[in-house]
């Protein structure tokens, strides 16, 4: 396999088949943390770029793209950002990892994190409030917005979904953590033209707004909101389940210790959702799930007992 370019390592079709792995049902687990830059969310930074150059916005060398990330678009587009020749702000929280934020400066990008929790308990509507000083002082600067943009919903209808609907004659069930609801809300317009039946389930973590949860203390990036993003009012999930973070640290350890594999926060979540749902796949459905990225960047967190015991509280006791 020779290779133009990073952008184009992006693995379309990769599938773990985990048997029995919720009672006596498989499920195929799609696997997108093997892209470049580690997540599904360099397909998500290759469209919103192109969707601005398609609207004539951008101009290498002069507009600054600025956007709000927990880590994974941020380092998605920083990477696309300096083959482009765009310069790159990103805003991001305490809560994403140390690898993306270097790795998004040695990309070139300029990385601002915001320090104050917001009413909500998250960092959304702190890090939205610098976008806008940004955009007001910086006149080249252009934000992307993935929390609104319809094209962070395309690319996964037109790309992951049907990455889907080549691989499998029927899916009865799909799985998918939800941040902007950009992957959910592309998937579940795509599949549900392809399989009318399947029923689409949102997971997101406790303390998320999106779905109409009450607001509270999350720390694990990439997954749920303190402000409910304008795309979910497109999304319309058949389920949502809300898992608590202790139960998704709970997930990633015994996902490696049973199927040997390190898997990220929300792909956590997204299997700790399988499970509670268990009892409601029937014999022979097809259960896909979107593991979003892979767990090498969370060691110092969900794979940390220390920052467990101190960060992650169990219902029922008081923080540290
Ligand atoms: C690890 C991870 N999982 C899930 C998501 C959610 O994706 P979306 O924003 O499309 O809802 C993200 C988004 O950044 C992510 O980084």
């Known amino acids: 396999m020779i290779l133009e370019s990073p952008l184009d390592l992006i693995f379309r079709d990769l599938f773990y088949h985990l048997r029995a792995f919720a009672g006596s049902h498989d499920v195929y687990l799609k696997l997108e943390g093997f892209n470049i830059t580690g997540s599904i969310k360099v397909k998500t930074a290759i469209a919103l770029v192109e969707d601005l150059e398609q609207r004539g916005i951008a101009r290498p060398n002069e507009t600054v793209i600025v956007e709000s990330s927990s880590g994974n678009l941020g380092i998605a587009l920083s990477l696309v950002c300096a083959i482009k020749g765009y310069r790159f702000i990103c805003v991001t929280d305490p809560n994403a990892n140390r690898a993306n934020i270097k790795g998004m400066e040695l990309y070139g990008a300029k990385v601002i994190v915001v320090e104050d929790r917001d009413p909500a308990g998250g ?4 890090r939205l409030k610098t976008i806008e000083q940004i955009l007001q002082s910086e006149p080249n600067a252009f934000w992307l917005n993935q929390y609104a943009n319809l094209a962070n919903k395309n690319v996964h209808a037109e790309q992951t979904a049907n990455e889907i609907a ?26 549900r033209h392809e399989f009318p039946r399947i029923k689409v389930v949102a997971v997101e973590p406790v303390g998320s707004v999106t779905f109409g949860g009450a607001p ?13 993003p304008k795309l979910a009012d497109l999304a319309n999930p058949d389920k949502v389940v809300a898992v608590n973070e202790e139960k998704t640290v709970e997930a990633c350890l015994s ?8 898997v990220g926060g929300s792909t956590g979540t997204v299997l700790a959702a399988v499970k509670q749902l268990a009892s409601e796949f029937t014999l022979g459905d097809t259960i896909v799930a979107i593991s979003a990225d892979l767990g090498e960047r969370y060691l110092d967190t969900i794979y940390e007992r220390a920052w467990v015991e101190n960060v992650i509280v169990p219902e029922g006791k008081t923080p540290v």
């Open 255 to 262: 996902f490696v210790r049973d199927y040997h594999l390190l």
């Open 216 to 228: 509270g203390k999350r720390n694990i990036p990439g997954i749920g909101t303190s402000v409910r």
């Open 123 to 126: 960092f959304l509507g702190s």
């Open 166 to 191: 080549r691989e499998f004659d029927k899916v009865d069930w799909v799985f998918v953590g939800t941040g902007t609801t950009g992957t959910l809300t592309g998937i579940s317009e795509r599949l």
